[in-house]
């Protein structure tokens, strides 16, 4: 039976269409601008190929990666994998019981108490009531969540929530699990039995399809992977090639994607054409917590003239869109009386001072006080776990959103007589 | 693993016809109950009457008509005390109007389950619909109540009773996948929706006794399946005129078309609903 597909993709591509048709809107503003339409016909929507002309088989009982930096189409062939959105083009075989976790505690009700949760939960993900009935105390043990599961869980502590989340996700037992990054979350310790437990459904048999941006991740649990980049599979094989590739287009892209970025905003004097990570002087993609990190910024000006009074700006956000680091040239006291028409100029951040995540990148420069050039979004920064304080120790993650240097120390106080009673 | 032979997914892309999609909700029927069940509970958790709210709405809004409409406007309740006859037609009244409204807006509160877990989508504004039920249950053991309090006396029409309230369940539940399906793409849709039910109000007989409309007008005012579900609710709690059967006839079909159209307009919209909401 080894040799037999669970999963199979020919030829999938998924198109998003942009501009006015996106999400949502007002019906007066459809109905307003269907009549101004009239007899001018439907003009040109821009579309977007998510996904495009994706093929790929994964043998039963394979546990196969699929990498590639945001915007590749991670995410989208997750969601069609896990049939959340059907595709445009081409087909997926699933042969065997889906289990899709594209984020645990989808469903969960905060007013509901842990138990019922893990049963509405359960069902959500596609168990049925006595399946849940029978695994349920080893759900809540492996939760560590015994004393509380009669508590609403908007009691609970974001540990524990994300804990019980999990376990249920974790006691899905399907013969296919589509795995995005959940191990992201949750501590350490937490991390290291999320991926215990994904080893254990590999090791039992199950198919695995892992999305990670987490490249050790990838590397421990996937023999086989997959490179995504801008829609297309742009290699599959042994996982250390793989990543290899990887590596190499994050690279690239940070070379080009920022000169051809559309959504910016700016009088154009100069703009930015590049934005690249370094640490002691090499290239990296995932830079490591309290180690140098530069952010270098290409630019280039309009008319290759030299740019009188620049300023430069580069500030980062949490995933959920927090300002965390706001980094200006100006403030920190660097004058750029006059640049050079095309330049890169470096951002040091010694010892980066960021808890392991995932942040964005703002980018933003002036030239005489009229911005020039901004670009939101302008990257993903994935920040890897490192000793910042130089303990030997991990920062626990979901405690700060800075690292700060800190000294502690004790001294004796001789304990002073308790004063009378007040107010008497 | 013998039985995944059995289980093949086929992930394409959507064809024009995809089917009513019966056969996948009444699979995941558990599901339906333990979300409906979740309404339930989420409503009336940390309430102070609890579910007696279900009690308390129905007598509420009959007090109120029965003060303004029956004693000072003096309108005509075919000779049962106004009370009552107002009662009779708020229970299934509530029960569309509440399970019409927490559709409409279910799939916009659902975005992020939508977006991240497949399951029948259907069930999200079922669900809603389905856990006023029990708050429909519960009115008409007070109704019942006080019919026997007011002394009025049912008719045989009780024994048709739950087809009046299967009537109401189709109509509620292809407006509210209309609506709702509807409100995925246009967010006033969620500012409309409590005037349309307003205006549903005075188009049915909640206040008033649906004998006022008479001649051809009362085919077209049975174009509303809630006028059917209102007349037979009274005739079986109280003995008023049975339901012409003309009108019950136009009714039914009427829910039918609504439950149809609804259906199809959210079926056809379900496979991109992740992309737009």
Same mark, same amino acid.
């Given at each position: 039976?080894s040799?037999?597909?669970?999963?199979?993709?020919?030829?999938?591509g998924?198109?998003?269409?942009?501009?006015?048709?996106?999400g949502?809107?007002?019906?007066?503003?459809?109905?307003?601008?269907?009549?101004?339409?009239?007899?001018?016909?439907?003009?040109?929507?821009?579309?977007?190929?998510?996904l495009?002309?994706?093929?790929?088989?994964?043998?039963?009982?394979?546990?196969?990666?699929?990498?590639g930096?945001?915007?590749?189409?991670?995410?989208?062939?997750?969601?069609v994998?896990?049939?959340?959105?059907?595709?445009?083009e081409g087909?997926?075989?699933?042969?065997g019981?889906?289990?899709?976790?594209?984020?645990?505690?989808t469903?969960f009700?905060?007013?509901l108490?842990?138990?019922?949760?893990?049963?509405?939960?359960?069902?959500?993900?596609?168990?049925?009531?006595?399946?849940?009935?029978r695994k349920?105390?080893?759900?809540?043990?492996?939760?560590?969540?015994?004393?509380?599961?009669?508590?609403?869980?908007?009691?609970?502590?974001?540990?524990?929530?994300?804990?019980?989340?999990?376990?249920?996700?974790?006691?899905?037992?399907p013969?296919?699990?589509?795995?995005?990054?959940?191990?992201?979350?949750?501590?350490?310790?937490?991390?290291?039995?999320?991926?215990?437990?994904m080893?254990?459904?590999?090791? #039992?048999? /199950?198919?695995?399809l892992? !999305?990670? *941006?987490?490249?050790? =991740? %990838?590397?421990k649990l996937?023999?086989?992977?997959? +490179?995504?980049?801008?829609?297309?599979?742009?290699a599959e094989?042994?996982?250390?090639?793989?990543?290899?590739?990887?590596?190499?287009?994050?690279?690239?892209?940070?070379a080009?994607?920022?000169?051809?970025?559309?959504?910016?905003?700016g009088?154009?004097?100069?703009?930015?054409?590049?934005?690249?990570?370094?640490?002691?002087?090499?290239?990296?993609?995932?830079?490591?917590?309290?180690?140098?990190l530069?952010?270098?910024?290409?630019? #280039?000006? /309009?008319?290759?003239?030299r !740019?009188? *009074?620049?300023?430069? =700006? %580069?500030?980062?956000?949490?995933?959920?869109?927090? +300002?965390?680091l706001?980094?200006q040239?100006?403030?920190?006291?660097?004058?750029?009386?006059?640049?050079?028409?095309?330049?890169?100029?470096?951002?040091?951040?010694p010892?980066?001072?960021?808890?392991?995540?995932?942040?964005t990148?703002?980018?933003?420069?002036?030239?005489?006080?009229?911005?020039?050039?901004?670009?939101?979004?302008?990257?993903?920064?994935?920040?890897?776990?490192?000793?910042?304080?130089?303990?030997?120790?991990?920062?626990?993650q979901?405690?700060?959103?800075?690292?700060?240097?800190?000294?502690?120390?004790?001294?004796?106080?001789?304990?002073?007589?308790?004063?009378?009673?007040?107010?008497s | 693993?013998?039985?995944?032979?059995?289980?093949?997914?086929?992930?394409?892309?959507?064809?024009?016809?995809?089917?009513?999609?019966?056969?996948?909700?009444?699979?995941?029927?558990?599901?339906?109950?333990?979300?409906?069940?979740?309404?339930?509970?989420?409503?009336?958790?940390?309430s102070?009457?609890?579910?007696?709210w279900?009690?308390?709405?129905?007598?509420?809004?009959?007090?109120?008509?029965?003060?303004?409409?029956?004693?000072?406007?003096?309108?005509?309740?075919?000779?049962?005390?106004?009370?009552?006859?107002?009662?009779?037609a708020?229970?299934?009244?509530?029960?569309?109007s509440?399970?019409?409204?927490q559709?409409?807006?279910?799939?916009?509160a659902?975005?992020?389950?939508?977006?991240?877990?497949?399951?029948?989508?259907?069930?999200?504004?079922?669900?809603?619909?389905?856990?006023?039920?029990?708050?429909?249950?519960?009115?008409?053991?007070?109704?019942?109540?006080?019919?026997?309090?007011?002394?009025?006396?049912?008719?045989?029409?009780?024994?048709?009773?739950?087809?009046?309230l299967?009537?109401?369940?189709?109509?509620?539940?292809?407006?509210?996948?209309?609506?709702?399906?509807?409100?995925?793409?246009?967010?006033?849709?969620?500012i409309?929706?409590?005037?349309?039910?307003?205006?549903?109000?005075?188009?049915?007989?909640?206040?008033?006794?649906?004998?006022?409309?008479?001649g051809?007008?009362?085919?077209?005012?049975?174009?509303?399946?809630?006028?059917?579900?209102?007349?037979?609710?009274?005739?079986?709690?109280?003995?008023?005129?049975?339901?012409?059967?003309?009108?019950?006839?136009?009714?039914?079909a009427?829910?039918?078309g609504?439950?149809?159209?609804?259906?199809?307009?959210?079926?056809?919209?379900?496979?991109y609903?992740?992309d737009?909401?």
């Open positions: 039976m040799g037999e597909v669970a999963v199979r993709a020919t030829g999938l998924k198109e998003y269409r942009l501009g006015e048709h996106t949502y809107r007002l019906l007066s503003e459809a109905l307003t601008q269907r009549v101004r339409r009239l007899g001018r016909g439907r003009p040109p929507r821009e579309r977007l190929w998510a495009r002309d994706v093929s790929f088989d994964v043998p039963r009982g394979e546990t196969f990666g699929v990498v930096h945001n915007g590749a189409g991670k995410s989208t062939l997750l969601k994998l896990a049939r959340v959105t059907a595709p445009t087909a997926v075989e699933l042969r019981r889906v289990g899709a976790l594209l984020e645990v505690g469903g009700h905060p007013e108490t842990g138990r019922e949760n893990v049963f509405l939960n359960g069902a959500i993900l596609g168990m049925t009531r006595t399946e849940v009935q349920f105390d080893e759900i809540v043990d492996f939760a560590e969540v015994r004393r509380f599961v009669d508590t609403p869980v908007k009691r609970y502590s974001s540990g524990m929530y994300l804990r019980l989340a999990f376990a249920i996700a974790a006691h899905l037992e013969e296919i699990l589509i795995v995005d990054e959940v191990l992201a979350v949750g501590d350490l310790a937490f991390q290291e039995k999320c991926l215990g437990r080893e254990q459904a590999a090791g #039992e048999g /199950r198919t695995v892992f !999305v990670s *941006h987490n490249l050790a =991740a %990838v590397r996937c023999p086989r992977s997959m +490179l995504l980049s801008h829609g297309r599979k742009f094989g042994p996982t250390d090639a793989v990543l290899d590739a990887y590596v190499r287009t994050v690279r690239a892209d940070a080009t994607g920022l000169r051809d970025r559309p959504d910016r905003q009088n154009g004097r100069f703009r930015f054409t590049s934005l690249r990570l370094e640490s002691a002087g090499r290239p990296v993609d995932v830079p490591v917590s309290g180690r140098d530069d952010v270098v910024l290409g630019y #280039e000006s /309009r008319d290759g003239t !740019v009188r *009074h620049a300023t430069f =700006a %580069v500030s980062a956000y949490t995933a959920l869109g927090a +300002l965390v706001h980094c040239s100006d403030v920190a006291g660097a004058a750029f009386a006059e640049l050079p028409p095309a330049g890169e100029v470096r951002c040091r951040l010892r980066l001072p960021l808890p392991a995540g995932r942040y990148l703002n980018v933003f420069g002036t030239a005489a006080a009229d911005v020039a050039d901004w670009v939101q979004r302008a990257c993903e920064l994935t920040v890897a776990e490192g000793d910042f304080f130089g303990s030997g120790r991990v920062p626990p979901g405690h700060q959103t800075v690292l700060v240097d800190q000294s502690w120390n004790l001294h004796e106080v001789d304990a002073l007589p308790r004063p009378a009673a007040a107010g | 693993m013998s039985h995944a032979a059995a289980s093949v997914v086929r992930i394409e892309p959507p064809r024009r016809w995809i089917g009513l999609g019966a056969a996948e909700l009444w699979r995941s029927r558990e599901l339906l109950y333990l979300m409906a069940k979740r309404e339930l509970q989420v409503r009336y958790k940390q102070l009457f609890g579910i007696g279900a009690i308390l709405q129905p007598l509420l809004y009959a007090f109120v008509f029965a003060l303004f409409f029956g004693r000072l406007a003096n309108i005509p309740s075919e000779g049962v005390p106004y009370t009552v006859f107002a009662l009779a708020v229970v299934p009244w509530l029960f569309t509440q399970g019409t409204a559709a409409a807006g279910s799939l916009v659902e975005a992020n389950l939508l977006g991240k877990v497949y399951f029948p989508r259907l069930i999200v504004p079922l669900a809603k619909i389905v856990s006023f039920l029990v708050d429909l249950v519960i009115a008409l053991a007070v109704l019942a109540i006080f019919v026997a309090v007011y002394g009025a006396t049912p008719s045989a029409g009780l024994a048709l009773m739950p087809l009046f299967a009537l109401a369940f189709l109509t509620v539940a292809g407006a509210g996948l209309f609506l709702a399906t509807l409100n995925v793409k246009y967010r006033d849709v969620a409309a929706v409590p005037l349309i039910v307003q205006l549903w109000l005075f188009a049915t007989p909640v206040v008033y006794p649906g004998s006022l409309i008479t051809a007008w009362q085919y077209v005012y049975a174009a509303n399946p809630l006028v059917t579900v209102i007349d037979g609710t009274r005739w079986a709690f109280l003995s008023t005129d049975a339901p012409d059967p003309l009108s019950v006839a136009i009714s039914t009427c829910a039918a609504i439950l149809l159209a609804g259906l199809l307009y959210f079926r056809r919209t379900e496979r609903l992740a737009v909401v």
